[in-house]
């Protein structure tokens, strides 16, 4: 089994629809991230946890929020989707040692 | 913020070397990753260097100056299956990433 999953891997949905992408891991990780990649701009930071009650906001958060529901599960929402939000988002996880970085597979979400 | 700087495409022979230079600029620097990355599919892990010099590992190396905000990954040997992005990522005090656009390498036979 995968270390970092991510669901759903492929979504298409309309603009002002509220979606959600969700990440789960079994390493056992209290670090989490939520990236996202568009062509030619590389993997921008959303969010980011530390534990369970410890939320962070990344790089480009405005129009995301997420949730830490337990150290294995860190969820993604876009309130309000919008076509610029189309892109390849990856969750990773981050152990103790820096050796210890895994990337979800990936989800890809286009937005109409 | 972070800056990251890294050429766009590079194009080499099977059997080669090729060597990917990062400059960078930052703040609360955590040291600084490579990343492979196939076309849609997840970034791999390749190294990671905190101090100043060069880690090797098999055909990879990279190296670190980190006061001259410089970076650069070698590949030895090439392969065709070394056909992909490599990313360049220096680490922030919170152990997050801030990745370059990467380098698209392809690998010619």
């Known amino acids: 089994d995968a270390d970092v999953t991510q669901t759903p891997r492929n979504r298409i949905t309309k603009t002002g629809k509220r979606i959600m992408l969700e990440c789960s891991q079994t390493k056992g990780h209290d670090r989490m991230y939520w990236y996202r990649q568009d062509p030619g701009l590389g993997l921008r930071l959303i969010y980011y946890s530390f534990d369970v009650k410890d939320i962070n906001k990344g790089e480009i958060s405005d129009g995301y929020s997420v949730s830490r529901q337990a150290q294995a599960k860190f969820s993604l929402s876009l309130e309000s989707a919008i076509p610029n939000q189309t892109a390849l988002y990856f969750c990773?996880?981050?152990?103790?040692?820096?050796?210890?970085?895994?990337f979800g597979p990936g989800t890809r979400l286009t937005v109409l | 913020g972070q800056n990251i700087d890294q050429p766009t495409e590079m194009t080499a022979t099977e059997g080669a070397i090729v060597q990917i230079n990062c400059t960078y600029q930052?703040?609360?620097?955590?040291?600084l990753f490579w990343y492979q990355q196939h076309a849609g599919e997840a970034p791999t892990f390749l190294s990671y260097n905190v101090l100043d010099g060069l880690e090797e590992k098999g055909r990879f190396s990279s190296f670190l100056s980190r006061s001259k905000g410089y970076s650069y990954l070698l590949l030895k040997e090439l392969q065709m299956k070394d056909s992909a992005s490599y990313l360049c990522a220096p680490s922030g005090s919170a152990r997050q990433l801030t990745f370059g656009s990467g380098t698209q390498l392809t690998v010619l036979p």
């Open positions: 930052t703040s609360g620097f955590n040291g």
């Open positions: 990773a996880t981050v152990g103790e040692s820096y050796n210890e970085q895994f």
